[in-house]
């Protein structure tokens, strides 16, 4: 619905207010990346399971365990230990978890008043931490024992700021006003 509705209307939208002359220079969403610390996966391995298993549930997509690429004493980290889940969603998985994300998990957050619009990186992207798992509704909730965050990172096409907000906008993502 909304891959549909930016094709046929974001899009050109975006292509007159930024004023270019190919809609296909306008910018777009190239992927949507959600990572997962999993802290607890080294000493217990049904941790890294149930992980798995809830943000498969969230994103419909199955999650790649990220390892430790070497061994830290100081955090009592081996090589090779698991320490976080990645999600890259892509195409139409990526519409339609942008779309849940802005029209039914956030509006639903207690005391939301919108996003920082200041989380945009040099390159155009947009990150920010959901504080727990639970507010999707595909985690059930009796299955948690440990509450997780999730950092959700909004990869553009474009590398200028105020593209990718007025992208991110058009899109539905609500903004906090200062």
Sequence with gaps: MLKKDFQDTIAKKLQTDIGLKNIFSTPHLLKIIINQRVPEARENKEAIAEATAELA???????VVCLAKKSEAGFKIRKGDPLALKVTLRRSK??????KLFKIVLPTLRDFKGLSPDSFDQSGNYSFTL????VFSEVN????????????TFVTSTSVKKEAKMLLSALGLPFSKK
Excluded: C, H
Aim: aromatic letters at 6%.
């Design 131 to 134: 504080e727990e798992q639970t």
């Design 94 to 99: 990526m519409y339609d978890f942008a779309e």
């Design 57 to 63: 549930a969230i994103t419909g997509q199955k999650p």
């Design 141 to 152: 909730l009796d299955k948690v024992r440990k509450v997780r965050s999730l950092q959700i």
